[in-house]
């Protein structure tokens, strides 16, 4: 049994639940970075479970190519020398415009989900065993910014907002919160307004 870790985008989780489901029946222990909110103790958390996985898999979703978090949590695995594999949920993405490290792992295409996805998935993770990690541990990334956080820098940045400015601000906040990972940092960001 492996100790898996999946990263992927939120709004991906249509998207990466088949992979989840199938990667949970092989009897693999999987984790994955968005089953959790935001903040310093999620971030602390999420570098502990990368420390101590066995493998990191990078759903490929045009969010988690999108998602600051995902790909310092990518290169922090990799700085660790666990394996990393890409795994291919949709159209395949042009990889030769991907930035390294990620551009150099396997992929596994599983945007089928069907047999030969599953059996190309098991020869991926077959040769998988527990990860040790180096004896020079690679300083941790830092929390990646929010998108509650560019809101916040905003606000700081313009001073004194006239009610378009705020109006504006209400209306972006109202129209992404789904990308919103606490009501009590959006509490905090109204009351900044």
Same mark, same amino acid.
């Given at each position: 049994m492996l100790d898996l870790f999946v990263t992927y985008g939120h709004q991906s989780e249509e998207d990466v639940r088949g992979l989840l489901e199938d990667l949970?029946? @092989?009897g693999d222990k999987v984790w994955c970075q968005a089953q959790q909110r935001s903040g310093s103790a999620w971030w602390d958390q999420t570098l502990s479970?990368?420390?101590s996985c066995d493998a990191l898999l990078f759903a490929l979703t045009p969010r988690t190519l999108e998602s600051e978090a995902c790909w310092r949590e990518m290169q922090y695995a990799h700085a660790l020398g666990?394996?990393?594999l890409g795994i291919e949920l949709g159209e395949r993405a042009d990889l030769g415009a991907v930035p390294a490290p990620l551009g150099t792992v396997p992929f596994v295409n599983y945007r089928k989900r069907d047999r030969d996805?599953?059996?190309r998935l098991c020869k991926a993770l077959?040769? @998988?065993g527990k990860?040790? @990690?180096p004896v020079v541990m690679p300083a941790p990334p830092g929390l990646p910014p929010t998108y509650l956080a560019g809101l916040r820098d905003l606000i700081a940045s313009r001073g004194r907002l006239d009610v378009n400015q705020q109006t504006q601000l209400i209306a972006e906040l109202s129209r992404d919160s789904r990308e @919103?990972?606490?009501s009590f940092e959006a509490r905090q960001l109204l009351l900044a307004l």
């Open positions: 949970a029946a @092989l479970r990368i420390r666990k394996p990393v996805s599953a059996l077959r040769p @998988l990860a040790a @990690l @919103l990972h606490s």
